[in-house]
């Protein structure tokens, strides 16, 4: 288990929660190159291991799939809702690293004015697209709209974006 900084505050705040997650809910296997992780409420944590870029890479998709567990427990996310589904990637994408400047210039993403917002809004949805009930029409662009001032500006459990 990676012992990066991050990584540990949310084990801990998992625990804090009520929502202990044991080492053992970390599964690795290798996946398509559309995904480095996922989170199941029934499997726990799946990291790609043929897709990790780097150590941070795999703490900051720890991270973002960890963000999943905390919400899952915490605010029991509905995942068939697209409003719900919209809203737990949208935190977990700004709250876990995934839209770091070096990571968006690496991807190609040139920007500076709202560099953030832009990122999350893009990845929000193209992680919502990854689910059939969301592929139809703009269900996952809706949901992301309709939800992103309440769920942008929610850090928690950490006390602002890092």
Same mark, same amino acid.
């Given at each position: 288990?990676?012992?990066?900084?991050?990584?540990?505050?949310?084990?801990?705040?998992?625990?804090?929660?009520?929502?202990?997650?044991r080492d053992d809910?970390?599964?690795?296997?290798? @996946?398509?190159?559309? +995904? =480095?992780?996922?989170? #199941?409420? &029934?499997?726990?944590?799946?990291?790609?291991?043929?897709?990790?870029?780097?150590?941070?890479?795999?703490?900051?998709?720890?991270?973002?799939?960890?963000?999943?567990?905390?919400?899952?427990?915490?605010?029991?996310?509905?995942?068939?809702?697209?409003?719900q589904y919209a @809203?737990?990637?949208? +935190? =977990?994408?700004?709250? #876990?690293? &995934?839209?770091?400047?070096?990571?968006?210039?690496?991807?190609?993403?040139?920007?500076?004015?709202?560099?953030?917002?832009?990122?999350v809004r893009r990845?929000?949805?193209?992680?919502?697209?990854?689910?059939?009930?969301?592929?139809?029409?703009?269900?996952?662009?809706?949901?992301?709209?309709?939800?992103?001032?309440?769920?942008?500006?929610?850090?928690?459990?950490?006390?602002?974006?890092?």
């Open positions: 288990m990676p012992t990066g900084p991050v990584v540990r505050f949310m084990m801990d705040e998992l625990q804090k929660s009520k929502c202990p997650f809910l970390f599964t690795c296997m290798p @996946c398509d190159a559309t +995904r =480095a992780g996922g989170f #199941s409420p &029934e499997i726990g944590v799946v990291l790609c291991q043929n897709q990790m870029q780097s150590k941070q890479h795999m703490e900051d998709t720890m991270t973002h799939e960890l963000m999943h567990a905390y919400d899952h427990c915490t605010v029991k996310v509905n995942w068939s809702n697209p409003e @809203c737990a990637e949208i +935190r =977990a994408i700004t709250l #876990s690293g &995934e839209c770091k400047f070096t990571r968006e210039l690496r991807r190609g993403n040139f920007g500076f004015g709202k560099h953030l917002q832009t990122c990845r929000a949805i193209y992680a919502m697209k990854q689910v059939p009930e969301f592929q139809e029409g703009t269900v996952a662009e809706d949901a992301v709209r309709y939800v992103w001032s309440s769920c942008f500006s929610d850090t928690a459990p950490f006390d602002e974006i890092y």
